[in-house]
Structure formats: structure tokens, C-alpha cells
């Protein structure tokens, strides 16, 4: 009598493509917050330089958003939550 051999397959589980895909942490303007104040959180949060703080201000102000970070979805979020600590008005995209 001949043996029968099965073979089984098991699916890989999915991974979540979504976190690695490169996320956008978006500033959005707001007519409540200073100019001088929106800076100093950009500093904080980021550690940014106080000129490159006041360009991403000014092209919050003058285009009415700016991307202030990308990179991956956990950070970004992250990112988000402490903007939104200062009252900031921040979503997330993500990056093209």
C-alpha cells in the first residue's frame, strides 16, 4: 500500500503595512496661537533651531500648514498628542 503525504501551508500572518510607511505630522494654522509662541513649541517638541522653528511658523502662517515631521506612524502620533498639548491644531497623513 503506497503512503499519502499531505502537505500544509500555513499563511504568514499580515503585518501591518501602514506602520511602515512614512507618516506626516502636519501643523495647521489657527488664529488663536502667537507667532512667537507656535515657535517656542516647535523648539520644545523638536528640538529644532529657532530659525528653522520660525520657517515651519511662517509656513504655518502664510500657507496655512506645514509638515513639521515625517517618519513612522508610532512617533508621529506621538508628535501629534504633545502639539496638541500646546494647543496646537496637528494631524497626521500620510507621506507621498
Do not use: C
Amino acid at each position: 500500500m503506497a503512503e499519502t503525504t499531505t502537505t500544509i501551508t500555513k499563511a504568514e500572518p499580515t503585518t501591518d503595512t501602514q506602520l511602515d510607511i512614512p507618516w506626516n505630522v502636519v501643523v495647521h494654522n489657527d488664529p488663536v496661537n502667537l507667532m512667537s509662541y507656535v515657535t517656542m513649541v516647535f523648539q520644545k517638541i523638536f528640538g529644532y533651531s529657532r530659525d528653522r522653528a520660525k520657517r515651519h511658523m511662517l509656513e504655518v502662517h502664510q500657507k496655512g500648514r506645514s509638515i513639521v515631521w515625517t517618519g513612522a506612524r508610532e512617533r508621529a502620533e506621538f508628535y501629534v498628542q504633545q502639539l496638541h498639548s500646546y494647543l496646537l491644531l496637528a494631524t497626521l497623513e500620510k507621506a507621498e
